[in-house]
């Protein structure tokens, strides 16, 4: 039996709460998250391999980018609990992730494809890597161990580097970028504690993940302007529809214990979009359902904040919050997969 790009990808979302729950553990559950971050990492490589070789599908073209963002969910949000980033910082990673993905949603429904940059496959790559080093840097104290831990890929990419430069004159851009983020990740932990090392490594990546964003919007801008006149009313719409995952996430900060609630309605906002997309796709309008997110479930849901923040205090109001964000999130993505369950089955769209 063959396995394919989107077993692969299926299998990577399924299997990522297992090191979700292993980071809430202690140092040695921590180490065992990690490796089996690193074979799930793997396993986007690898899917990615298959998809080139036995070509692409519609389920693999938009469910693969969402895989890699519940992947970074499933691993930054427990970092904001762990106290290893800000929250701010994960506050702008999920909202430029939530951002471009329904500006890929928004421009499939007018037959535009947003194809995925190289900066962008850079990114996801920098996103996962760091998330390694963040991790080993908070469980490895002991600078000069973390030091020799990351001589040796620095080493071995070095290696390659010589290999390639010699043989075909040339080195390759992920070759370029492996070395450059090793490079950067040594000096960091050789001059900085954990702390700052962690934080300017999060720099780094906010800076890849808002570089790839810029370049989607500066090549979609052209196709916007043809389409939405008003550019107030198109900033609301991309707002509104992630608007309910972003203010919960700001809500950990009263409430961290309750991070878990955060991973699911942000998990489930992403798999919706991506369900979403793949369906405006095929051509199909769900002005209902779009609708009912827009109109119906955000202002419910910021109402019922607004009215728990004048009723009670900060902690239960960010209780409130979240728990109805977990609840229309849950929701939305049951109506949605269920709604599309054919589609999802077999690869096509039940008669209307």
Known sequence: MRITANQLTIFRIVSLPIPCILLYGGATSKLVALFIF???????????????????????????????????????IPFVYLGYIPLWMALLLFFREFLITEVRRLMSQKKLELRVTELAKSKTTIQMAGAAFILLVHLVQDRDLVITLFSLPLAFTLVIAGTSLIRRKSISQRVVLAL????????????????WSAFLYMVVILGFTYASGLQYIAVSYSAWAGIYRSTVLLIFRLISSFLIPILALAMLSYVPKLSWMGIFVISFDFASQGLDTWISSLGIEEKIKDRLKRVILVPLAVGIGILLLILTDTQTMARGFLWISLIFSTFYVAIDYYGHRKLLLTGTVSPS
């Open 180 to 195: 450059s983020c090793f490079s950067y990740i040594f000096l960091m932990r050789l001059l900085f504690n954990p702390e």
């Open 38 to 76: 690193a074979l799930l990492g793997f396993t986007d490589y690898l899917d990615g391999v298959l998809a080139r070789r036995h070509g692409t599908t519609p389920f693999g073209t938009f469910f693969d980018p969402i895989a890699d963002k519940i992947f970074i969910t499933v691993i930054y």
